[in-house]
């Protein structure tokens, strides 16, 4: 095997940590400039809210959970057997089931 060069190595340890923290910057830039915003829509007598549908989020968000959960599962079980690395498959696989199951309790309780 050939080994890497120690510059090349601090350069590939670094790049992650780079990536972590512009990630966190945008992100706190985008919440703090959006508060902002919505506290001079509201000082303007212009807020308007949003209705946001339950239902058909976790139906998305569970169906594509599942899906990836069930990829990723059988994939990896192909690929490395029984093993922790497993979970990978299975945390998606689970969460997109326990989403799709609110998703059949909410709804039959709506039609009642």
Request: net charge positive; glycine share 12%.
């Amino acid at each position: 095997m050939d080994r890497v060069s120690s510059p090349a190595q601090v350069v590939i340890a670094v790049i992650p940590i780079v990536g972590i923290v512009m990630g966190s910057v945008v992100v706190f830039f985008y919440l703090l400039w959006n508060h902002k915003r919505k506290m001079l829509l509201i000082k303007a007598g212009e807020n308007t809210r949003t209705n946001f549908d339950l239902l058909s989020f976790s139906l998305l968000t569970g169906l594509l959970l599942v899906s990836v959960g069930i990829s990723l599962t059988v994939f990896l079980a192909i690929a490395k057997g029984a093993g922790y690395g497993l979970l990978g498959g299975i945390i998606p696989l689970s969460l997109g089931a326990g989403l799709l199951i609110f998703y059949g309790i909410r709804r039959r309780d709506k039609n009642s």
